[in-house]
């Protein structure tokens, strides 16, 4: 699976959008984008996905590049809850076991 | 989303007993589950993939005999972590997916041993 880069920190007034980047440059056709995030001592949760079309849903919005070697995850109205580390990761779907590698994450700290 | 829980949440045990912790998926059934494990201020790593009715892959450098996991039926992982010592200190975390759809995670279990 393609690894990726994400900035180690990011801090968001809260009430703004946050724009989280991810580098992928050597991500492969079959491969899609996962953003998980994990708030302090709790599990990771899934936030969403995407192969190369935008995605939107409950919690966050994907966009990603049409080379598809970048991608962001937009919180729209970041609060105080959205203080965690998010996690990019590129994961191929022709391995049915999909097992997801964390990298270091961006740590978001949302401010009031 | 699907919920997997974790028992228990915390354990604190002495220098060289086992300790078991369980992972259920509580609403569906999972044919893959993973365990991980996170050191204080590091990010998750991979320790092994169970599949339910075979036994487990691990992860390079994850000792077999020593991080035991039964994958028993589609709704239940264990791991015992035997003869443990302090340095197995840690957070430990499975999650539950099915085939092709994204993984969900449990809230860790915090193992201390003293």
């Known amino acids: 699976d393609a690894k990726t880069t994400q900035p180690p920190s990011m801090d968001c007034a809260e009430g703004r959008a946050a724009n989280l980047p991810c580098n992928h440059s050597?991500?492969?056709?079959?491969?899609?984008v996962y953003w998980y995030r994990q708030i302090h001592s709790q599990g990771p949760q899934y936030i969403i996905h995407g192969l190369k079309n935008n995605e939107t849903n409950e919690m966050a919005s994907l966009i990603i590049t049409e080379d598809r070697k970048s991608s962001t995850l937009i919180l729209p109205h970041a609060t105080l809850r959205d203080t965690a580390v998010y996690y990019c990761?590129?994961?191929?779907?022709?391995?049915?076991?999909?097992?997801?590698?964390f990298g270091a994450g961006t740590q978001v700290v949302v401010t009031p | 989303g699907a919920v997997v829980s974790q028992h228990p949440s915390r354990v604190i045990c002495k220098s060289g007993t086992s300790v078991k912790i369980e992972c259920r998926s509580l609403?569906?059934?999972?044919?893959?589950m993973f365990w991980y494990r996170q050191f204080p201020k590091q990010s998750l790593m991979l320790m092994a993939t169970?599949?339910?009715?075979?036994?487990?892959?691990?992860e390079q450098g994850v000792e077999k005999d020593k991080f035991l996991i039964n994958h028993a039926s589609l709704t239940l992982s264990t791991l015992t972590v035997t003869s443990a010592h302090p340095e197995d200190s840690s957070f430990y975390i499975c999650s539950a997916r099915l085939p092709y759809n994204e993984q969900f995670f449990g809230p860790g279990t915090r193992l201390t041993v003293l």
């Open positions: 169970s599949n339910e009715g075979s036994k487990a892959t691990y």
């Open positions: 050597t991500i492969s056709g079959n491969e899609y």
């Open positions: 990761i590129v994961l191929g779907q022709t391995d049915s076991w999909g097992k997801l590698q």
């Open positions: 609403d569906f059934q999972a044919t893959t």
